[in-house]
C-alpha cells in the first residue's frame, strides 16, 4: 500500500509539472506510455470522457453494413442505416453479453445472435427472441423488447471520421468540435469523397499511441526525418495551431508536382485565397489527425492497441466524384504513396522515442516554446484528464 501512495503521489507530482506552462513544463511521465494500468486509465479517462475516433463512415456507406470495432477493448458496431446515417452500438446480445458479429457483414435484414438466435434490426430494435418462452414459444413476459435492443453509442461523423462518447456524458458534438469548426470553417460542413481502395492504408507501429499524435502536432523535425518533404514545405514556411481541443500546424506552401504533364485534382469550390499554396495539419484529441488541402483531406485514425503498440488507419477523399474516379486513379495513386512515404518515414522516430521512454530517469523531456507548444497542449490536454481521473 506504501508504495502505491508513493508512486500516486509520484505520478500526480509529474502530471501537474506537465501543466506548467511551456516554458517550465515537463512532457507526460514514462508509466503513461510503459504501464497496462496506465493504458487502462486513459480508456477509462482520456477516451472515454470524450469524442474518441473508431473509424471512417465510408467503411458502412452501403445501408445495412455492419462493421465491428474493437476499440481498446470494448467491443463496438458501427452499422449503415437505411436513411445513410451511421449509428454505434455495443457489440453484444442483450441475453448473455454474446458478441454478435465477428466480421464486416452486409445485413439483409437482421443480426442474429449466434448463440440462442436473438434478432436484432438495422435500427437495434430487439426483433425475434426464439424459444424465450420455451420450445416453440417466441415470447416471454418478462422479456420486454422494446426494453432489449442493442445498447446505442453516442456517434457523429465530421470530415468522413466517426466519433463515439463512450461514456455518454461528454459535451455535445457541435460543442466539442466547435473550435474545429471555426480553424476549419471552409473544409468541414463541405461533401468529401473517397477516394476508394487505392486511398485506404494501415501502419502498424510499436509504439505508444500519444508519440504518434505529438509527433504529427509539430513541424520541428521536418529537415531531419523528412528531407523530401522539406523541399518544397520548408520548416520555416511553417506555423503552429493550438486550440482547447486540438493542435498542430499550417504550412503557407504546399504544393507537390503530381504529374509531370501538369495534371491535377479538381479544387474545393469557392476557397478563400489562402488556400491556393496552404494547407494545415491538426491533431483533433485524443486520436484523430486531419489534414486539408485545396485538392484533397485525408483523416488518421490511431487505434491504440496496447501501451506500446498502434495502429493507424489512413484514408484519403476528395473534392467531387470525378476525383475519385479512373480518370484521376493515376494521380490518387502517386497522392497516396506521397503520404505513405512520409508517414512511414516517421515510424522510426515514433518507435525510438518508445524505446526511450524505458530510461528509469527520464522525466518527461522539456518543449521548445516556439517549437513545441502544440506538442505541449496535447501533453497538458492528457495530463488533465489523467489527474481528473485520479481525484474522482
Not at 459535451?171 to 486511398?199: E, Y
Amino acid at each position: 500500500m506504501r508504495d502505491e501512495l508513493l508512486l500516486e503521489t509520484h505520478l500526480t507530482e509529474a502530471l501537474r509539472s506537465v501543466l506548467k506552462v511551456v516554458d517550465e513544463a515537463n512532457g507526460l511521465p514514462n508509466w503513461c506510455y510503459t504501464s497496462e494500468n496506465g493504458f487502462i486509465a486513459e480508456r477509462d479517462t482520456v477516451f472515454s470522457s470524450t469524442w474518441t475516433a473508431i473509424g471512417f463512415a465510408h467503411q458502412v456507406a452501403e445501408k445495412g453494413m455492419a462493421v465491428p470495432v474493437t476499440f481498446m477493448g470494448l467491443p463496438l458496431l458501427m452499422i449503415g442505416g437505411r436513411d445513410g446515417e451511421v449509428s454505434v452500438y455495443q457489440n453484444v446480445c442483450r441475453h448473455r453479453g454474446m458478441i454478435l458479429l465477428e466480421e464486416p457483414t452486409l445485413l439483409k435484414t437482421t443480426i442474429t445472435c449466434p448463440y440462442h438466435g436473438w434478432c436484432y434490426g438495422i435500427d437495434g430494435r430487439l426483433r425475434g427472441t426464439p424459444h424465450v418462452g420455451g420450445p416453440g414459444e417466441n415470447a416471454h413476459p418478462v422479456i420486454e423488447r422494446p426494453d432489449l435492443g442493442l445498447i446505442p453509442v453516442r456517434s457523429h461523423v465530421i470530415m468522413g471520421v466517426v466519433f463515439v462518447n463512450l461514456d455518454g456524458n461528454a459535451p455535445s458534438f457541435d460543442q466539442a468540435t466547435a473550435g474545429l469548426r471555426s480553424q476549419w470553417s471552409d473544409f468541414v460542413d463541405r461533401p468529401i469523397t473517397f477516394g476508394g481502395d487505392d486511398s485506404f492504408f494501415r501502419l502498424e507501429l510499436e509504439t505508444n499511441w500519444k508519440l504518434a499524435v505529438e509527433n504529427y502536432c509539430e513541424s520541428y523535425h521536418l529537415p531531419w526525418v523528412h528531407p523530401s518533404l522539406n523541399t518544397y514545405s520548408r520548416l520555416e514556411d511553417h506555423y503552429n495551431i493550438l486550440d482547447d481541443d486540438f493542435s498542430g500546424q499550417g504550412t503557407l506552401v504546399y504544393n507537390p508536382v503530381l504529374s509531370e504533364d501538369g495534371r491535377a485534382f479538381p479544387l474545393f469550390d469557392d476557397l478563400p485565397d489562402k488556400w491556393d499554396t496552404a494547407a494545415e495539419y491538426i491533431a483533433l484529441y485524443p486520436n484523430a489527425l486531419l489534414g486539408v488541402h485545396k485538392d484533397h483531406t485525408f483523416a488518421i485514425v490511431i487505434e491504440p492497441i496496447s501501451p506500446s503498440k498502434s495502429v493507424e488507419h489512413i484514408a484519403l477523399f476528395y473534392s467531387d466524384e470525378a476525383a475519385a474516379g479512373d480518370d484521376h486513379a493515376d494521380l490518387r495513386a502517386t497522392n497516396t504513396d506521397l503520404w505513405k512515404t512520409v508517414f512511414k518515414e516517421d515510424i522510426f522516430v515514433v518507435e525510438g522515442m518508445q524505446r526511450g521512454r524505458a530510461a528509469p530517469d527520464f522525466d518527461g523531456g522539456r518543449f521548445s516554446p516556439p517549437m513545441d507548444c502544440a506538442t505541449h497542449a496535447f501533453h497538458a490536454w492528457v495530463a488533465k484528464r489523467l489527474l481528473d481521473g485520479m481525484v474522482q
